[in-house]
């Protein structure tokens, strides 16, 4: 695994949450990468002092004296107020504390609900290719595989034949990826090309994401209101005419 992949899994390395082969290929590569150690360090750091709240401190007496001081001599008519000023203090460094611990949590939260997403569709990719499954109903003809979906999911994917294109479709399966069932369209051309499709819980259109995981390319985009992901290991440059033309 590389540097950069293996970056991608530590916040999900160090929450625990890859799996056996995750995990080892993680710990493979931080045998001899001083720079991936030291971020698991970092995080492993982050982690408790969030847990534990030792992130929290108290200014030092000779602060808040010379703090006072400094608004005794600026303010003289708030002399009377240092009650108050001890109490926005206070006030002031909880909301900071708060924020802070906030900001690192769903930032951290978000980017490993994300690492786990891709993940997942890696797997599902791959799994779909070893176990001969690609496709739970096989034929080209978009009015075959469309009406297939219909009961079996509560939104109606696209399935758009591209085979003039290039891009021959295969037929669509039923997948479960982020906590629902989705709809997973099967295209070739020499590679297996997994498409999957669901309403997309987010309101901003994000722009187009291209990466690469495990050797697989995936490619991400929000339109209509649907996510879309797809994942081959067949090259940026032909992964990016089939989204282009899915999106069109
Ligand atoms: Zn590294």
Request: with cysteine; aromatic share 8%; hydrophobic share 40%.
């Amino acid at each position: 695994m590389t540097c950069k992949e293996t970056k991608s899994l530590l916040n999900a390395y160090v929450d625990g949450e890859l799996d056996s082969a995750g995990s080892l290929a993680v710990e493979t590569h931080m045998r001899g990468c001083a720079s991936c150690l030291t971020d698991v360090q970092n995080l492993r750091g982050l982690a408790s002092a969030i847990e534990n709240g030792s992130l929290r401190f108290k200014a030092p007496a000779r602060l808040k004296r010379s703090v006072q001081a400094a608004i005794r001599t600026a303010h003289p008519e708030a002399r009377s107020s240092v009650f108050y000023w001890r109490w926005a203090g206070a006030l002031a460094s909880a909301v900071l504390v708060i924020a802070l611990t906030w900001t690192a949590t769903t930032r951290w939260t978000r980017s490993s609900e994300e690492t786990l997403l891709v993940n997942d569709i890696v797997s599902s990719h791959v799994r779909s290719m070893m176990a001969n499954h690609a496709t739970d109903v096989s034929s080209s003809d978009s009015h075959t595989v469309k009406p297939w979906f219909g009961g079996k999911l509560d939104y109606s994917p696209p399935a758009k034949d591209l085979t003039e294109q290039g891009f021959r479709l295969i037929g669509g399966r039923l997948d479960y990826l982020d906590n629902r069932p989705v709809a997973a369209l099967v295209y070739q051309r020499r590679h297996f090309i997994n498409l999957f499709v669901w309403p997309s819980t987010k309101a901003a259109i994000r722009e187009e994401k291209q990466l690469a995981r495990q050797g697989y390319n995936l490619i991400h985009w929000t339109q209509s209101g649907m996510t879309y992901w797809l994942v081959s290991d067949l090259n940026f440059a032909e992964l990016s005419e089939c989204a282009r033309l899915l999106k069109e």
